[in-house]
């Protein structure tokens, strides 16, 4: 079991690797981001900024502030432009919003009463909402905390018409419900200023920039996903599997400091299935999505059956081995003998594996 596991888990790093890189192809930004507001004085309104994450361009909004706030630390430890890593959470954002992830998935109903504009709404009910809320609003919130807004409004984040409860929306109030994760987000944008001030420029701070935002993310997804267990029961069974593995790749993807930038997230993210599952869906034989969506989803639910039967196992001895730029690095090039040689003995991996970690 722990063979097939790992190979699975490998092909699909893999996989990920390899399609990231990848660059002849035109650059595709979220749905409608021409038309996101970028600046936040574009959402003042009353004498306070006014913002409604249960929006879609109020959301992506959040996002279009934390990149044009944060692009010029990331310059100066090489993440320019469409490379600054938090391009990977639109891009996240765009590919639930366009596949109908953001949706109540207990009604058909799409109608839409709170957001002005036409814009679309984001359901409470649906769990990819809740999960990137903690992706989204909770950064943000810790952006704001740590100074890099210089808007003189006070900013207020809107509560959803029901299920008020369940989120946070200022600092202190996120501060007491998530301590820890907001003490980590805090982390990363503290670094990010710290590293980018140092006078001598130092090729790890990449890396340590990516570290921090993905333990935050991690943390995010993890909270998230605990947090909104319930909500994940009104899907079908093949979307609750998907959600599932899609939570634990999180865990894979950061270990090897995944530089998710607009291009690499977007090739990870091109065989992710264009709609919400429904029961019946059969991966790799599900009629109305791609070969490489079928077969993304083939591996993806192999991931989950296995995790589900050995733990935490191969996670933990993928993270422990990933502990250098030198081991992330061979630990790719271990993936690549993997898969394309297959003479390459599955229980040598997991050895050099173990071995790795004993040697950090
Ligand atoms: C970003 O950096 C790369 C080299 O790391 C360089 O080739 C590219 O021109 C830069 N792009 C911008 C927009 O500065
Ligand atoms: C950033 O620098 C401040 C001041 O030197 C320090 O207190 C803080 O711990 C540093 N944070 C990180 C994440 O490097």
């Known amino acids: 079991m722990m063979k097939i596991n790992l190979s699975v888990t490998l ?23 021409d038309k996101v507001p970028g600046q ?38 090489g993440l320019n432009g469409t490379d600054n890593p938090l391009w990977g959470f639109p891009a996240q954002l765009g590919w639930k919003f366009r596949t109908g992830r953001l949706n109540d998935p ?33 950064p943000f919130l810790a952006a704001e905390d740590e100074g890099f807004f210089q808007q003189s409004l006070p900013i207020e984040i809107l509560q959803p018409s029901e ?8 600092v202190s109030g996120c501060q007491s419900q998530v301590p820890e994760l907001m003490s980590k987000w805090e982390t990363f944008f503290q670094g990010l200023k710290n590293l980018s001030l140092s006078d001598i420029p130092d090729p790890r701070d990449e890396d340590k920039i990516l570290e921090l935002m993905w333990e935050a993310q991690k943390l995010s997804v993890s909270t998230a996903a605990s947090k909104f267990a319930e909500r994940i029961k009104q899907y079908s069974e093949p979307e609750v599997s998907f959600s599932r593995s899609w939570s634990n790749a999180v865990n894979y993807v950061a270990a090897t400091h995944f530089r998710s930038g607009l291009r690499k997230t977007n090739h990870f993210q091109a065989p992710m299935p264009r709609r919400v599952l429904k029961e019946g869906d059969k991966p790799p034989n599900i009629a109305d999505l791609s070969a490489e969506e ?37 630990g790719e090039q271990l993936l690549q003998d993997l898969v394309m040689n297959p003479q390459f003995a599955v229980s040598g991996l997991l050895s050099i594996l173990i071995e790795m970690s004993s040697n950090c």
């Open 294 to 330: 079928n077969h993304a989803l083939y591996m993806f639910s192999w991931m989950d059956s296995m995790n589900r039967l050995i733990g935490g196992t191969l996670v933990n001895t993928w993270n422990k081995a990933m502990c250098s730029e030198k081991a992330r690095e061979k």
């Open 11 to 33: 092909s699909l790093l893999y996989f990920i690797c390899i399609h990231a890189e990848k660059s002849d192809e035109p650059l595709s930004y979220p749905s409608l981001w």
């Open 106 to 138: 207990t009604t058909v109903s799409l109608l839409c009463d709170h957001c002005s504009g036409g814009d679309s709404c984001i359901s409470p009910k649906s769990w990819w909402s809740c999960v990137n809320y903690y992706v989204s609003v909770i």
């Open 163 to 170: 299920m008020a409860e369940d989120f946070c929306y200022t």
């Open 40 to 77: 936040l004085d574009e959402l003042a309104k009353d004498g306070k900024i006014a913002i409604n994450p249960w929006c879609y361009m109020h959301r992506m909004s959040l996002y279009k502030v934390l990149l044009s706030v944060t692009d010029k630390y990331m310059t100066t430890i």
